[in-house]
Structures are given as structure tokens and as C-alpha cells.
């Protein structure tokens, strides 16, 4: 179809109507020296000869199809079971909208309780919502949050917690009179201390970024004490094998949900999850959906709780949260529900064993050592390396292996620490294929 543009008389229609005499007129508010004059363009090619020059263009980036990535820091390779395309391209999901009209929506609604209710169950907390933007966003409303319950002004964040996280938390918070305290971490790990009691909350991350599973009951007690609530960030495959937040008593749970049977394409597709306790459920951002009977005693589902600023007065609304990213939120539900309780254990299981495996292996390596002393880790962990790391990311590259995270990006004093990721999607072979190269280098 030919593109039908816009003729003079519409053109000359249009400015009359807004009382400008040229299109230049339109932008008379930005100088003259900031304007562009021309834009060179090249002639316009068929739709075939476009497709084949994008494609030949992406075959220039790296792939994790055909590279094994042993990188993570906050997006993770993960097997994604046929299932859950399977379930997510299904036109009654892909093209539903918002459920406004809740008669008009019951199975949209009926996907987000199911996903509710197996957050729940996941975290071990009462009320789950129907999901968030991503897990950054996820641990900057939960922050907002200790601090409308509250009533207090000042969080303490752990420096284990994932330093971009720590970034969103203090870009949300920066408008609101909010004091962030750090609460060091000492070989990796959080070092508790005791707080002062104007404190909204702390929060921690386990598995935190170092990969270490994080001690949790110790700031439970210190939270308590200082009349705080806890907030943990966690990996939701972790919990397969690891005690809930709700065990721990944290008050909030918050995660990235990438993890679960999403692809790590350009940062990933993602949604961020919450879950509290029952007594929180009303300062909860975004929305609850709900189950109930109609007139029939028939099971139905409705939107319980919608605190979003698009349905009530700005002033009491709990966040400006505009989307839940649902289509997403569905993949993880759909996810969830084929591998179960048990097939998510042994999936758990899997990624520790694996990274447990490679962990050995490379730090018997000469030049490769722990960076702390050794502590519990999930499927990511931290050495620290006398090699030259530049080169030995591209010697990786050219073997088709994605290496590891390097630290000093975020951490100046950990330049010559890596973070590695092993997932159920590495093999003995890859795994094995890895250390031997690093041996190599120099």
C-alpha cells in the first residue's frame, strides 16, 4: 500500500486553524543555529531489500543462542518450556486490554489472580499484586511504601543490593524528602547494625548481587528493632530450594520476574512482582484482582483494589503505576504451573549444582581466587582474578562464550573481580570448555 501523505490544502487548513502562516512557524521557539537545514536520506528501497540488509545487520550481534552465556547481574539465560509461547501468543491474551469492564474480562482477570496467588505461594506472603514495570521498579515502590505506612523519611539499603535497584530506588524516592542510609557489605555479605528508630525500612537483597544468600533473620531482628519494615529482594527460581521472605518475616517481597520464562533480549522482557502481608495490602501499589461469586453463586473475578492514580485522586493514590505488564506476569504464571512445586525445586537445585560445579573448578585455577571468604551462593558467585580481564573477554568471545560480569563497572575497588552466572542451561561440556580457556589466559 502506497503511503497517501498529507496534501497542501490539508496542510494549509491545519495552520489556519492554529493561526500559523507556514509549517517553519511551528517551530519558531527553538533558534535558529539548533535547526536542522536538510536531512540527506537515500533513495528508498523495496520492502525485501530492507529485510535482508536488517537481518544481515543483526547476524552482527552476539547471540546467546549460539553463545554460552555464563554472565547475569540481574538477566538470566533460562530454559523457556514451548508451554508458555504455547499459552502467551494466544489472541485472547495478546490483544486484551485493561480489565475495566470486569464482565467483559473474566479470563484476563482470572490469569492475574491465578498469577496472584502463585506469588503467594512463592513468597510466602498474603496479598500479591498484579505485577509491576520490572524488579527495580518493583524494590522503588515497595521503598515508597515503607514510607507511606510509616510515616518515616530515612531507608537503609544494603550495598549488596543490586547497585542499579539502588539507583531506581533513589531516582523514585529523590522528590520526596526521602533520607537513604547504605548498611555496608562486609566479604560480600551484609553487615548488620543497629538502627535508629525513624527508620521506614530496610532493604536487603538474597541472593544478592555477589551471589551470596544473604543471613535474613538478622535484619529481621534489626528491623524489628527499629520499628522498620523489611523488604527483601529476591531471584524467584532461588526459592525452589531456599526458606521464603514470609519465613524470614519480611513484611515485603519484591524480584525481577524475568527469570520466569522470559527471553534476556536486550535486557530482557520483563515484570517486576510484590507480595506483603495482609496488613499492607491496602498501600500496595497498582492493582488486586479478586475473587467472588455473582448473583448465581457462579465464581467471578474483579479488580478488588485499584489505588493507581488513573482511578482515584492523585493526592491518595499509592503510585502513578500505569501498566502491570500482564502478557508477561501471564508467561511466569504459565511457567510456574508446568513445572510445579516439585519440577521447581529440582530446577533450583539444578542451577546451584551446576554453579556449585564451576565455582570449584575455576578457583583451583592458578590466578583465580575467592573474592570473599567463602559463604553460600545460589547459582551466581564472585572471584577475583590476577589475569588480564579485557583480554580474556574477547578470547571468550572468539570461542563463543559470553563471560563473566565484570565488577569494576560498578564497584571501583573490585576491578579485578568477576561475577559469574551458571544456569540449568550450561552443560558439563560448556562449563568444562570455560575453565579451560581461562587457564589459558595470561
Known amino acids: 500500500m502506497d503511503f497517501s501523505p498529507v496534501t497542501d490544502k490539508d496542510k494549509e487548513e491545519m495552520l489556519a486553524s492554529i493561526g500559523v502562516d507556514s509549517v517553519s512557524g511551528l517551530f519558531s521557539g527553538i533558534p535558529e543555529k539548533a535547526r536542522i537545514k536538510s536531512v540527506c536520506l537515500p533513495d528508498g528501497i523495496s520492502e525485501m531489500k530492507l529485510l535482508k540488509d536488517f537481518e544481515a545487520l543483526s547476524r552482527k550481534n552476539i547471540s546467546i543462542k549460539d553463545h554460552a552465556c555464563f554472565r547475569g547481574a540481574g538477566i538470566y539465560d533460562h530454559f523457556i518450556p514451548s508451554l508458555v509461547g504455547e499459552i502467551t501468543s494466544r489472541s485472547e491474551f495478546t490483544t486484551a486490554y485493561t480489565p475495566y469492564q470486569p464482565e467483559a474480562s473474566q479470563g484476563t482477570l482470572q490469569a492475574i489472580f491465578e498469577y496472584q496467588s502463585m506469588i503467594t505461594e512463592l513468597t510466602g506472603l498474603d496479598v500479591a499484586n498484579a505485577s509491576l514495570y520490572d524488579g527495580a521498579t518493583a524494590a522503588a515502590e515497595a521503598a515508597a511504601l515503607a514510607v507511606r505506612v510509616t510515616g518515616k523519611k530515612r531507608l537503609v539499603i544494603s550495598d549488596a543490593v543490586h547497585p542499579e535497584y539502588r539507583e531506581v530506588i533513589k531516582t523514585y524516592l529523590q522528590g520526596a524528602g526521602v533520607t537513604i542510609d547504605r548498611m555496608g557489605a562486609n566479604e560480600g555479605s551484609t553487615a548488620p547494625r543497629d538502627l ?195 583480554k580474556m573477554q574477547v578470547k571468550l568471545l572468539t570461542e563463543k562464550i559470553l563471560g563473566p560480569f565484570e565488577l569494576g563497572r560498578f564497584f571501583k575497588d573490585m576491578k579485578n573481580c568477576l561475577l559469574f552466572c551458571v544456569t540449568e542451561m550450561r552443560t558439563k561440556e560448556e562449563i568444562d570448555k570455560l575453565v579451560k580457556i581461562l587457564d589459558t589466559c595470561k
Not at 521447581?344 to 585455577?365: C, G, H, P, S, V
Open 196 to 390: 535508629e528508630n525513624d527508620i521506614a525500612a530496610v532493604i536487603i537483597q538474597s541472593p544478592n548481587f555477589f551471589g551470596i544468600i544473604e543471613e535474613a533473620d538478622n535484619f529481621r531482628k534489626i528491623a524489628t528493632q527499629a520499628g522498620a519494615l523489611l523488604i527483601m529482594i529476591v531471584n524467584p527460581i532461588s526459592l525452589g530450594m531456599l526458606k521464603s521472605p514470609g519465613e524470614y518475616g519480611a513484611d515485603v517481597c519484591v524480584g525481577e520476574g524475568q527469570v520466569l520464562g522470559l527471553p534476556a533480549g536486550f535486557g530482557g522482557f520483563n515484570f517486576g512482582f510484590m507480595a506483603c502481608k495482609n496488613e499492607l495490602a491496602w498501600k500496595i501499589p497498582g492493582r488486586i484482582v479478586g475473587q467472588t461469586t455473582d448473583t448465581k453463586g457462579r465464581r467471578g473475578f474483579v479488580l478488588t483494589l485499584q489505588s493507581r492514580e488513573q482511578h482515584i485522586r492523585r493526592e491518595r493514590a499509592t503510585s502513578n503505576i500505569c501498566t502491570n505488564s500482564a502478557l508477561n506476569a501471564l508467561a511466569s504464571c504459565v511457567y510456574l504451573s508446568g513445572w510445579g512445586a516439585e519440577g521447581l525445586k529440582k530446577l533450583a537445585e539444578t542451577n546451584a549444582a551446576k554453579a556449585a560445579y564451576a565455582y570449584e573448578k575455576i578457583t583451583k585455577l592458578q590466578g583465580f581466587d575467592d573474592a570473599f571468604v567463602k559463604k553460600p551462593f545460589f547459582n551466581e558467585f564472585t572471584v577475583k582474578t590476577s589475569k588480564d580481564i579485557n
